[in-house]
């Protein structure tokens, strides 16, 4: 069981992984052995996760979601199956996590006078010093 808040949990049953080579730095048995670790999640057709949160987690654009909204993360960080495979397992957790409070709404705001003028300013400014740029020396 993947414990991710109070209120969620996940069966291993819901969970598929994957063991596969890992690439870059290993030994002797870097190609023998299959240290990395695919986990893939269905997000779509799990019970676990309430509505909402599948919502948000869908919505959101990862590469890592294929199009049939399966949840693909590997890992291959570290030299061995067993912390690549709780690593997978963390950040999936992670991932639920980031997407279980709702976004806050964002205030519309509008620029101070202030913030205006200095804008403008600066504009002015900078138009100033590309005149002065331009012209062209006078001949006597």
Known sequence: MLIVSRSISLPESELVERFLRADGPGGQHVNRTESAVELRFDVVNSPSLPEEVRARLLERRDRRLTSEGVLVIQGRRFRDQARNRDDVRERL?????????????????????????????????????KQDRSRKPELE
């Open 93 to 129: 957790v992670e991932i639920i996590r980031g997407v279980l409070l709702p976004p806050k709404k964002r205030v519309a705001t509008k620029p101070t006078r202030a913030s205006k003028e200095r804008r403008l300013a600066g504009k002015q400014q900078r138009g100033r010093i």
